[in-house]
Structure formats: C-alpha cells, structure tokens
C-alpha cells in the first residue's frame, strides 16, 4: 500500500514557476515508478510526467517538455513536479500517483494503483 499526498499548489501568475510535492508513505515508494498526471474542468485526466524507480528516467507529454521537470528523493519518499513558464492551459487540479506493478504503459491511468488527492494549480493570465 502506498499513500499519497500532494502540496504545493496555489495561484500563479502565467510565466511563474510553482513546484508540487507528493508525500509518501508505505514500504513500497522505493520500488514504485511515480507519475503526476492533472484534471481541467471538464476535461479528462491527462497525463503530465512519469519518473522511473531509480530516477534515471523521464517521461513528459508535449505539452509540459521542456517546462516541467519530475524528479525524486527515495530518501525523503517524496517526488516533485517543477513546474515553470506556466500558461493558463495548464490550470488543472495536480494528482500524484504510483505504479507498484512496472507493467502497463507510462502514460495510461491504469498503470498506476495509487493515487492522492490532488491539488489545484491556477495560472492567471
């Protein structure tokens, strides 16, 4: 079993940077590749980022490469999302989540057993 709890979110002005934080707790964090996806209103969840076990890997949608930045500290049980030169798009609710199985596509919302709660992300513009 896996917890998870995002922070970090807030309103930013468009072109800031905000960076997210996802709180783990349970033993299997260290063996679990994680993944921030976001929810518009009225829009589907997409996926926004994946980072391997090991953090050697990264997966980006278009949308976000070169803008956003995932990473991890297994020490800490913590992944990050490092969000800049942000756009109005991008206003979504932020949810973390962990894929315990390593089996199924990067980018599919099945793919990962857990999820947190989520937290909103504004951009004004």
């Known amino acids: 079993q896996v917890q998870l709890v995002e922070s970090g979110g807030g309103l930013v002005q468009a072109g800031g940077s905000v960076r997210l934080s996802c709180a783990a707790s349970?033993?299997?964090?260290?063996?679990?590749?994680m993944g921030w996806f976001r929810q518009a209103p009225g829009k589907v969840r997409e996926f926004v980022a994946r980072?391997?076990?090991?953090?050697?890997?990264?997966y980006y949608a278009d949308s976000v490469k070169g803008r956003f930045t995932i990473s991890r500290d297994n020490g800490k049980n913590t992944v990050y999302l490092q969000m800049n030169s942000l756009k109005p798009e991008d206003t979504a609710i932020y949810y973390c989540?962990?894929?315990?199985?390593?089996?199924?596509?990067?980018?599919?919302?099945?793919?990962?057993?857990?999820w947190g709660q989520g937290t909103q992300v504004t951009v004004s513009s």
């Open positions: 349970g033993r299997t964090f260290s063996s679990s590749a």
């Open positions: 989540a962990a894929d315990t199985v390593l089996r199924g596509s990067y980018s599919s919302l099945g793919s990962y057993a857990y």
């Open positions: 980072i391997s076990v090991s953090g050697r890997s990264t």
